[in-house]
């Protein structure tokens, strides 16, 4: 990974980021993100939540994606995620209801799995 100078790309609001469509690199739109989710201890984001499907938000449901998984234009306010919409079919979601226990070390292991990236605590 390419070490950034700091300050070499601006620090971004939250609420900035929430309401951002997500693309692929193809320019498919796989949905927006609804909120982010910051590491108390670390000060980190941890993840990025977005929410694909549904329509008027009913139905849709909600993913956790590693931040780093996501590359932010900030002339653009939009968020691309390199993954194909097949294997983004096969993503770990949850409903809006029943939000996962987000402390549960195996769960965010797995999760930056799936997205190939390493766990940002390590």
Same mark, same amino acid.
């Given at each position: 990974?390419?070490?950034?100078?700091?300050?070499?790309?601006?620090?971004?609001?939250?609420?900035?980021?929430?309401?951002?469509?997500?693309?692929?690199? /193809?320019? +498919?739109?796989?949905? %927006? $993100?609804?909120?982010?989710?910051?590491?108390?201890?670390? !000060?980190?984001?941890?993840?990025?939540?977005?929410?694909?499907?549904?329509?008027?938000?009913?139905?849709?449901?909600?993913?956790?994606?590693?931040?780093?998984?996501?590359?932010?234009?900030?002339? /653009?306010? +939009?968020?691309?995620? %390199? $993954?194909?919409?097949?294997?983004?079919?096969?993503?770990? !979601?949850?409903?809006?209801?029943?939000?996962?226990?987000?402390?549960?070390?195996?769960?965010?292991?797995?999760?930056?799995?799936?997205?190939?990236?390493?766990?940002?605590?390590?």
């Amino acid at each position: 990974m390419t070490q950034l100078q700091p300050f070499s790309r601006s620090p971004v609001r939250a609420s900035t980021l929430i309401g951002t469509k997500l693309y692929s690199h /193809k320019s +498919e739109t796989f949905g %927006d $993100v609804k909120d982010v989710v910051i590491d108390p201890n670390s !000060g980190r984001v941890a993840y990025v939540v977005v929410a694909f499907g549904g329509f008027l938000s009913l139905g849709e449901q909600l993913f956790t994606v590693p931040f780093s998984a996501i590359e932010y234009s900030v002339d /653009k306010n +939009e968020c691309v995620l %390199d $993954v194909s919409p097949d294997r983004l079919k096969e993503a770990p !979601g949850f409903d809006p209801d029943h939000w996962p226990a987000m402390a549960d070390e195996e769960w965010n292991r797995n999760l930056y799995t799936f997205y190939g990236q390493a766990p940002y605590w390590e």
